[in-house]
C-alpha cells in the first residue's frame, strides 16, 4: 500500500497520478475515512463543496480486500 500525505492507497498500481491508466484509485485516511481519486461523473451538479467520482465495483472489492473486510 502506498501512502501520500497522510492517505494510504488501497487500489491502484501506477503511481497515483491517474495519468497512467491507474484510475481511480482509493485511499484510506488516518480518521477512518476514504477518498477516492478517478474521473469526474457529471451526472447531477453535487452541493457546493463536494464531489462525485464513478468507481467501478471492481475497485471497491479490491479496496475491501487489502482491507479485509
Do not use: H
Not at 23 to 40: A, I, M
Request: with cysteine; glycine share 18%; charged share 20%.
Amino acid at each position: 500500500m502506498s501512502e501520500r500525505a497522510g492517505l494510504t492507497r488501497l487500489t491502484g498500481n501506477g503511481n497515483g497520478e491517474c495519468g497512467q491508466g491507474d484510475c481511480p484509485n482509493v485511499y484510506l485516511t488516518e480518521k477512518g475515512s476514504f477518498v477516492v481519486q478517478g474521473d469526474v461523473f457529471n451526472g447531477f451538479a453535487p452541493p457546493e463543496g463536494e464531489g462525485l467520482v464513478e468507481i467501478p465495483e471492481s475497485v471497491l472489492r479490491e479496496a475491501f480486500r487489502v482491507l479485509g473486510w
